[in-house]
């Protein structure tokens, strides 16, 4: 569960990234994952990387991501996601 200080940083980082303010985002993510550790907040600091072509920190981020939701229904996608990243890489 996200502390309320992660949770506030973490709904600004959704705004940030909805409105496209890519680096506004990944701070907000940043700050939130220094609150809280979670998969939700990995995942977004994943999609945020990549959205900035930070390409090395998107794998390591969605690598982190399976390592803590080995069971996720998404896996199968994020693992090809991380293949395309690092063929591009």
Known sequence: ELTAE????????VT???GRHYDAAM????????FARLPEVIYNLAITAQ???RTQDA???YREFLRARPD???????EATVR???AGH
């Open 59 to 61: 794998i390591d981020y």
């Open 72 to 78: 996720d229904p998404n896996r199968t996608q994020i």
């Open 6 to 13: 992660a949770r506030t940083f973490f709904l600004r980082g």
């Open 27 to 34: 701070q907000a993510f940043t700050a939130a994952y220094s």
């Open 16 to 18: 940030m990234f909805q």
């Open 84 to 86: 395309e990243l690092r």
């Open 51 to 53: 959205k900035l072509e």
